[in-house]
């Protein structure tokens, strides 16, 4: 996996008026930081840094960030977001070597198109969209295909069942379900409520009280008759 350069500004400020007059100018406070070095406060151009983390290996993108001369192998940690706009805020940024096993986390992506579990209405369950791999920072994949074009009703794929790239683990339970071929839902219609169950219940009670009522008054007609004989 290729780094990609971001030049970043060192000797900022710290302390949040500083980090907002950074992020009104366009840059990200942000801190390098790992393998013993003291952690450095920088800042990073927030449209740079977009670009870096949009190509395809997304977040674990290898980041050679300049430094006064000095080049930085990083990955982008602990990405603070706006809670409102979702914009990024604050970036931690890990110093890594490209001999060491880093975890990394990559998306889980479904292909193919399961015929013969649509044909059953049966429904795709995707349950784990991300996997947490080790591996050395060029072997992280961009992210891990599942091909579910053979998924039937009952079917489960689980993390054992990935087959992952050379030099590339996980320690993830292996039972744990990655996708699930799961039978006929029910529709809205066919939802009862736990109101509609009371009422419907209340309304055979209100049947059994008129029928057994009615059932009362015949036998009294019955007597009556009998006694004007």
């Not at 015929?115 to 060029?138: I, K, Y």
Request: aromatic residues 2%; hydrophobic residues 40%; proline residues 6%.
């Amino acid at each position: 996996m290729p780094e990609i350069t971001l030049p970043v500004d060192v000797g900022r400020t710290t302390g949040s008026r500083s980090s907002g007059r950074l992020r009104a100018a366009g840059k990200i406070p942000a801190v390098i930081y790992g393998h013993g070095a003291e952690p450095v406060s920088v800042a990073v151009d927030g449209r740079a840094l977009r670009l870096a983390l949009t190509t395809e290996a997304g977040l674990n993108a290898l980041l050679a960030l300049q430094v006064d001369g000095t080049s930085h192998l990083t990955v982008a940690r602990d990405i603070q977001r706006d809670p409102v706009r979702g914009t990024v805020i604050h970036v931690d940024f890990q110093i890594v070597r490209r001999d060491e096993v880093i975890a990394a986390e990559v998306p889980v992506n479904l292909v193919g198109e399961p015929v013969e579990l649509h044909r059953a209405d049966g429904v795709v369950d995707h349950q784990l969209f991300t996997l947490t791999v080790h591996a050395t920072p060029g072997r992280i994949p961009n992210d891990i295909e599942i091909d579910i074009s053979g998924l039937l009703v009952g079917d489960t794929i689980r993390v054992g069942d990935i087959d992952l790239p050379e030099g590339v683990t996980t320690d993830v339970d292996p039972e744990g379900p990655v996708v699930v071929g799961q039978p006929p839902q029910v529709s809205d219609e066919d939802l009862v409520t736990e109101a509609d169950a009371e009422a419907a219940v209340a309304l055979e009670a209100e049947e059994a009280d008129a029928d057994a009522q009615a059932g009362a008054e015949t036998v009294a007609e019955g007597g009556d008759a009998g006694n004007e004989g």
